[in-house]
Nanobody
Framework: QVQLVESGGGLVQAGGSLRLACAAS????????MGWFCQTPGKEREFVSL????????DYADSVKGRFTISRDNVKNTVYLQMNSLKPEDPAVYFC???????????????WGQGTQVTVSS
């Protein structure tokens, strides 16, 4: 089994940046697509970004396109989400997930981390 642990969340002013990291242990993630999702209270988990096995495929929700960048380091078994130009509507708990397939659907991902909170002050 793989364990995923997110880090890097916190409080930032609007317009600021954060870099989230998702460190995997137990099994390598190098052969699997990875995704980032976010969730706010009372809402369903929403797709943010995904990255294919080699990093050649990336995808972003329209709301973050041009501001967020996903990347992966298969040697370090870690996936990153660089978040720039953060907006007041970006706050949420951000989760990383490992999937068997490239997908925007949260139910396509089998393993999830516990999440990291992102808060943006205006």
């Amino acid at each position: 089994q793989v364990q995923l642990v997110e880090s890097g969340g916190g409080l930032v002013q609007a317009g600021g940046s954060l870099r989230l990291a998702c460190a995997a242990s137990g099994r390598s993630i190098k052969n699997y697509p990875m995704g980032w999702f976010c969730q706010t209270p009372g809402k369903e988990r929403e797709f943010v970004s995904l990255i294919g096995v080699s990093g050649g495929i990336t995808d972003y929700a329209d709301s973050v396109k041009g501001r967020f960048t996903i990347s992966r380091d298969n040697v370090k078994n870690t996936v990153y989400l660089q978040m720039n130009s953060l907006k007041p509507e970006d706050p949420a708990v951000y989760f990383c997930a490992r999937g068997p397939v490239v997908s925007r659907r949260s139910d396509s991902y089998y393993y999830w981390g516990q999440g990291t909170q992102v808060t943006v002050s205006s």
